[in-house]
Structure formats: C-alpha cells, structure tokens
Nanobody, 124 residues
Framework: QVQLVESGGGLVQAGGSLRLSCAAS????????MAWFRQAPGKEREFVAA????????GYADSVKGRFIISRDNAKNTVYLQMNSLKPEDTAVYYC?????????????????WGQGTQVTVSA
C-alpha cells in the first residue's frame, strides 16, 4: 500500500494557476501509474490526468487538455499537477491516486490507493 498526501490547493481567481503536489511513501512508487481525479459537490469523482510509471505517457480529460500538465519525480516520490488558465468549473476536491500497475487508465476502479484530497476553489 502507498500513502499519498496532497498539497497545494487553495483559492485562486479565474485565469490563475496552481500547482498541486502528491507525496507518496513506499519504495515501489516508481513502478506505479499515478493519476489525479477531482470531485465537485453533488457530482461523481472524475478523471483529470494520469502518467505512467516512467513518465513517458500521459493522458488528460478533454476539459483540462492544454491547460493542465501532470508530471512526476520518481527520485522524490512525488507527482505534480500544474493547473493553468483555471476556470470556476475547475472548482473541486482534487485527489491523487496510485495504481499498482505501470500503465494508466481513466477508470476510478483502476487505482488502488488514494490521498485525502485538497480543495481547489476558482472564483469568477
């Protein structure tokens, strides 16, 4: 099992930027695919972005493509989500997730370990 701790959330105006970080414990982090999901009040948890174990393959939801960038530093056991050109509809709790597999998918069920979440609020 991997313990995940997110940070970097907060309140930002529309058009602004935030960078989320997810620190992972465990020696096997570098072999796991990692992802970010988000959940707005009254809505289901949805896929945002993912990255494979080596960082060579990434994927994004259509709603964030071109604005968000996922990356990872396996030496630091950390995955990042750079969020630019933020919109009010990006407001949600953002969750970091780890899959005990090297490749990513968009499915919530693919991921085995979850962080506690960090709130991102974008004001108009």
């Amino acid at each position: 099992q991997v313990q995940l701790v997110e940070s970097g959330g907060g309140l930002v105006q529309a058009g602004g930027s935030l960078r989320l970080s997810c620190a992972a414990s465990g020696r096997t982090f570098s072999s796991y695919a990692m992802a970010w999901f988000r959940q707005a009040p009254g809505k289901e948890r949805e896929f945002v972005a993912a990255i494979k174990w080596s960082g060579g393959s990434t994927g994004y939801a259509d709603s964030v493509k071109g604005r968000f960038i996922i990356s990872r530093d396996n030496a630091k056991n950390t995955v990042y989500l750079q969020m630019n050109s933020l919109k009010p509809e990006d407001t949600a709790v953002y969750y970091c997730a780890a899959s005990h597999r090297p490749l990513w998918t968009m499915a919530v069920s693919w991921y085995d370990d979850w962080g506690q979440g960090t709130q991102v609020t974008v004001s108009a």
